[in-house]
């Protein structure tokens, strides 16, 4: 280790303690940033919060679309389900129908051939 002079050894210890004069005025830049920094990210945040409440209000409005469609869609499968039952009645009696004039016919059939056999 090199043996400093006095006056070299004067020297740096007068730019160390001049750079500790200049700390308490960059320590209150600092503290200045800082308290900067936090109000304008409170503002940010504070926004952000109010848009994310503005789309809960919109997503509020759009559940509530959803559940009255559903209902619509609910109220649209009750009455399919109504013309299904009235469509298995009228298949019902068209099978009735068709089997009576099925009967019908048979009987027809027949009589026409008793009758020529009469007039033989």
């Avoid at 006095?6 to 500790?20: A, S």
């Avoid at 409440?53 to 009455?79: E, H, P, S, Y």
């Avoid at 469509?87 to 027809?108: S, Y």
Wanted: net charge negative; glycine share 4%; hydrophobic share 40%.
């Amino acid at each position: 280790m090199a043996v400093r002079s006095l006056t070299q050894r004067v020297e740096i210890l007068e730019q160390k303690v001049g750079d500790l004069q200049e700390l308490p005025a960059r320590m209150t830049a600092v503290e200045s940033q800082i308290l900067q920094l936090r109000e304008e990210t409170h503002v940010e945040f504070s926004a952000i919060r109010s848009r994310f409440d503005g789309v809960d209000q919109r997503l509020d409005g759009a559940d509530q679309r959803f559940v009255a469609i559903d209902k619509r869609f609910d109220a649209i499968d009750k009455r399919f389900d109504a013309i299904d039952r009235r469509f298995d009645v009228i298949d019902q009696r068209f099978e009735e129908t068709r089997r009576h004039m099925q009967m019908l016919h048979e009987d027809l059939v027949t009589r026409i051939s008793l009758i020529r056999e009469g007039g033989r």
